[in-house]
Nanobody, 118 residues
């Protein structure tokens, strides 16, 4: 599975950005896609995830500001980020996960930098 992320950039605090990530290759019909982020000097953390069925999960720090969605026909996941704060500055990584009997398939995109200026 290959993941191609796009949409990062520089934005002022309070602004918005939309990240996209398209998956290609051997895609299982049931999977979870999401976004993690890693700020300088910090561990990578989950931002949001969404299953093919539409179930979502968000980090407490982004609830009410970020919205994750997906287009299953395009194998693409989106992250709409509103009300951005300086603490949202990080490299954002797209993730694909599928659990197959006896095997966990976990793939990462190349990362896209989001910089929020205060």
């Amino acid at each position: 599975v290959q993941l191609q992320a796009s949409g990062g950039g520089l934005v002022q605090a309070g602004g918005s950005l939309r990240l996209s990530c398209a998956a290609s290759g051997s895609i299982f019909s049931i999977n979870t896609m999401g976004w993690h982020r890693q700020a300088p000097g910090k561990q990578r953390e989950l931002v949001a995830s969404i299953t093919t069925g539409g179930s979502t999960n968000y980090a407490d720090s982004v609830k009410g500001r970020f919205t994750i969605s997906r287009d299953n026909a395009k194998n693409t996941v989106y992250l709409q980020m509103n009300g951005l704060k300086s603490e949202d500055t990080a490299v954002y990584y797209c993730n694909y996960y599928a659990g197959v009997i006896g095997t966990a398939l976990n793939y990462w995109g190349q990362g896209t930098l989001v910089t929020v200026s205060s």
